[in-house]
Each structure stands twice: as structure tokens, then as C-alpha cells.
């Protein structure tokens, strides 16, 4: 019997041990930077969230601070300069008090007598302050209200109508 037939003839079917511990390595790598890109990507989709939660909630507190201020007949206090409470008298004779009690911005009109909450426990007000604005020539007098929430600084200004 030949010798070459005894010798059965090699056959490379598979990977190395060298092949198979790149390959592993590799696939680590694209899986941490897999793991990573998908962690940045939810994390800024968070930010982006409570950033317009944020806004949503200014912008209900201005929308209830204008819509208080609607048919001004008379600002009662401030009367001059600024405070940090307000309080009006409309033309149908409502008086219609503004405040900031702890980290709140409370509301309080003619009809209920009590003063509730216009912020939500999602929202922390630093700041709330009206100005009044004084009759110039033949402009009208007026209010500005302006408030920090949640870091966001807002103002809505509305004036008296003859």
C-alpha cells in the first residue's frame, strides 16, 4: 500500500483559535459601541422630553395667568413698582387674586373664594412677580406678570381696557 494513500490528506474545515478570538473581539466592540450610541440616544430623547414638559407647563401657567387678566377694570395691588402677589378687579366686578405659596402659583377669584393651585407637583416656581405699568399719554395702565419655572423665565403683559 502506497504511503500516499495511507496519509489521509488534511481537509482546513473551521477557524483558528487566532480566528476565532478576533472575531469575538470585534463583536465586543460593535456591541459596546452598539450599547452606547443606543444609551445616548435615550438619554437625549429624555432631556428632549422634560424640556417640552417643561414648556407644556409654562405655557398652561401663562394661558391661566392672561386668561385671570382678561377684562381688567381696575389693578388693585400692585398699585405701583412690583409684588409678588396681584390682585384685580374686573368689569363684571370679580376681584381676582395671585400668589406664590410654596413653589405654587395659586389663583383665587370671586366665585370660588378659595385659592387653588394653577402648577402641578411636576414644576417648581423659583420666582412670580407682576409690575404694574403706569397710563403713559394716552396708553392705558397695565401688568406684567413674570415667573421662573423650572428654570424657564417667562412674562406675559396685559393692559387695561377702556
Known sequence: VPVHKIMKSKNNTGFTLIEVIIYIAL???????????AYQLLQGSDVLNQKTINQEEVNFVLHKI??????IATINNPAS?????????????????????????????GISGAYLPITTDNVKVTTLQFQYLPPVGTSPAGITASTTINGFVASTTKYIRN
Open 27 to 37: 463583536f465586543t466592540v460593535l456591541m459596546g459601541s452598539a450599547f452606547v450610541t
Open 66 to 71: 392672561n386668561r385671570a387678566l382678561n377684562s
Open 81 to 109: 413698582g412690583y409684588s409678588n402677589s396681584l390682585t384685580i378687579t374686573k368689569y363684571d366686578g370679580t376681584v381676582v387674586d395671585i400668589k406664590l405659596n410654596a413653589n405654587k402659583i395659586e389663583l383665587r377669584d
